[in-house]
């Protein structure tokens, strides 16, 4: 079995920066980063969560593949017990409801066995051969969506051409902190649903 230690002492880089630190406010309302140190301090505390937090998700990632494999596993005999059971009990509720006039269920003691008849559904077999008929003789089964083109709206403003229905949204810039080691981690919504 697999075991996952977390690191309680402080790494190397904690002990190498630890002298001297910054005194910084722990209230939000009055901090600041105002100084190299502060901001070196802050930016050290950014990727260490990140660090953190992305541990964090392997470890769920890795339990939650024992939990669901553990799940299979101790289902099974059910499972097969269900898919057995249920398969001949169909074949005598069939059989039962055969003779009877009415009813389509069977009262037993503790449980009722029942068929009911599902709604019919549609199963395209050949997509295009059928797209080809319906267009010559049922044109009304054909629907058609329409969408914009962003790469064709983009050439259209670049020709000066700005309908009142469309805004340009310039680009913000997207701020990153990335770590000596050339790991970039980017501070923004796209990289906390990525991760």
Not at 46 to 69: F, G, P, W
Not at 142 to 158: E, F, G, P, R, W
């Amino acid at each position: 079995m697999d075991t996952h230690i977390i690191e309680i002492s402080p790494d190397l880089g904690e002990i190498l920066f630890s002298e001297g630190q910054p005194m910084v406010s722990s209230d939000p309302a009055t901090f600041t980063i105002q100084t190299i140190d502060v901001a070196t301090w802050a930016a050290r505390k950014v990727l260490s969560a990140q660090a953190r937090i992305l541990d964090r998700k392997v470890l769920a990632t890795e339990y939650k593949k024992r939990i669901d494999a553990w799940l299979e596993r101790a289902s099974k005999e059910d499972e097969d017990s269900v898919g057995f059971l249920s398969g001949h009990l169909r074949v005598f509720t069939e059989q039962q409801v055969s003779v009877q006039r009415k009813s389509r269920s069977v009262a037993l003691p503790g449980a009722t066995l029942s068929l009911r008849k599902k709604p019919d559904r549609i199963e395209v077999l050949d997509e295009a051969e059928l797209l080809a008929y319906c267009e010559a003789s049922y044109p009304e089964a054909i629907v058609l969506t329409k969408s914009l083109s962003k790469t064709a709206l983009k050439a259209m403003i670049k020709t000066g051409e700005l309908p009142s229905s469309i805004e340009l949204v310039p680009g913000e810039d997207e701020f990153y902190i990335r770590s000596d080691d050339d790991n970039p981690q980017a501070i923004g919504e796209h990289n906390r649903d990525a991760a």
